[in-house]
């Protein structure tokens, strides 16, 4: 994330991934509405590496298509979400099973936007080879308890 790529006022922060990566990042608190009637789509591979993605995905997340595409799909992580939903997720597909749930996520410009995601596992001769995330728009009720739950998540 490139400072010069910020709209607006923003904080700091460093996140840290699972494999003890760490990724500087700066955040706002300027949301961009999802597009509505649009999906977001998305594939990775085994690893959430970005194969493919529609041009919704593109639009939302401020990056090109050259910059998504072999990028890890953490790349949209927001500070705000707690690293527990994420475990939860790639335990959840990993063993081969659907998982849904609220995400925000951060935008190239240090903004962010809220999904309600669907992330199948893509299997092949019986072995999982990637997956795939569906991502629609999210009801203003559901990101509010999404919120609250996140803020308690992430209490120290």
């Known amino acids: 994330m490139n400072l010069a790529d910020i709209r607006?006022?923003?904080v700091e922060h460093v996140l840290t991934?699972?494999?003890g990566t760490t990724r500087r990042v700066y955040v706002t608190q300027i949301e961009t509405p999802y597009p509505h009637g649009k999906l977001i789509v998305s594939r990775t591979d085994t690893q959430g590496i970005i194969t493919q993605c529609?041009?919704?995905?593109?639009e939302m997340s401020g990056y090109s298509e050259v910059e998504l595409i072999g990028q890890p799909?953490?790349?949209l992580?927001?500070?705000?979400?707690?690293?527990?939903?994420?475990?939860?997720?790639?335990?959840?597909v990993q063993a081969g099973r659907q998982w849904h749930g609220y995400v925000k996520n951060l935008r190239k410009d240090g903004g962010h936007y809220w999904v309600?995601?669907?992330?199948?596992?893509?299997?092949?001769?019986?072995?999982?080879?990637?997956?795939?995330?569906v991502?629609?728009?999210?009801?203003?009720?559901?990101?509010?308890?999404?919120?609250?739950?996140?803020?308690?998540?992430?209490r120290p």
């Open 54 to 58: 529609n041009p919704p995905f593109i």
């Open 116 to 133: 309600y995601a669907t992330v199948v596992p893509n299997i092949r001769d019986g072995r999982i080879v990637g997956f795939t995330s």
């Open 77 to 92: 992580r927001h500070p705000d979400m707690p690293a527990a939903a994420f475990r939860d997720l790639w335990e959840t």
């Open 135 to 154: 991502r629609r728009e999210a009801s203003t009720e559901k990101i509010a308890a999404a919120e609250a739950q996140y803020r308690e998540m992430c």
């Open 8 to 10: 607006g006022e923003a």
């Open 73 to 75: 799909h953490c790349i």
């Open 17 to 19: 991934y699972t494999g």
